[in-house]
């Protein structure tokens, strides 16, 4: 499994990004697929994550209503559409496989992860 995040940038608060990541091998369709952020000095969090057809998401409090998972089987690729963007947003972004069709809020669920996509909210 090969992932690729991007969609990142810099944006002013309440703006929107939508992050993309990708599997180029094609090999993680049957995998649950989530999302992680870390800022400076923090920990890495989950942000959210998607089964493998999509049929089960889960969020992180602070950006439920926010922030919306989907993925496009076809392309392999799962979205991560971000609204009404914040400071406390910035960070970076890095995308990861799961060990399963389904895909949890710990790091210790994931397997592959892909290289991060810096997400910047200037206020």
């Known amino acids: 499994v090969q992932l690729q995040a991007s969609g990142g940038g810099l944006v002013q608060a309440g703006d929107s990004l939508r992050l993309s990541c990708s599997d180029s091998?094609?090999?993680?369709?049957?995998?649950?697929v989530g999302w992680f952020r870390q800022a400076p000095g923090k920990e890495r969090e989950f942000v959210a994550s998607i089964s493998w057809n999509g049929g089960n998401t889960l969020y992180q409090d602070n950006v439920q209503g926010r922030f919306t998972i989907s993925r496009e089987r076809a392309k392999n690729t799962v979205y991560l559409q971000m609204d009404s963007l914040k400071p406390e947003d910035t960070a970076v972004y890095y995308c990861?496989?799961?060990?399963?069709?389904?895909?949890?809020?710990?790091?210790?669920?994931?397997?592959?992860w892909g290289q991060g996509t810096q997400v910047t909210v200037s206020s």
């Open positions: 990861a496989a799961s060990r399963s069709s389904y895909a949890g809020r710990g790091l210790a669920d994931y397997r592959y």
């Open positions: 091998k094609r090999t993680s369709s049957n995998n649950g």
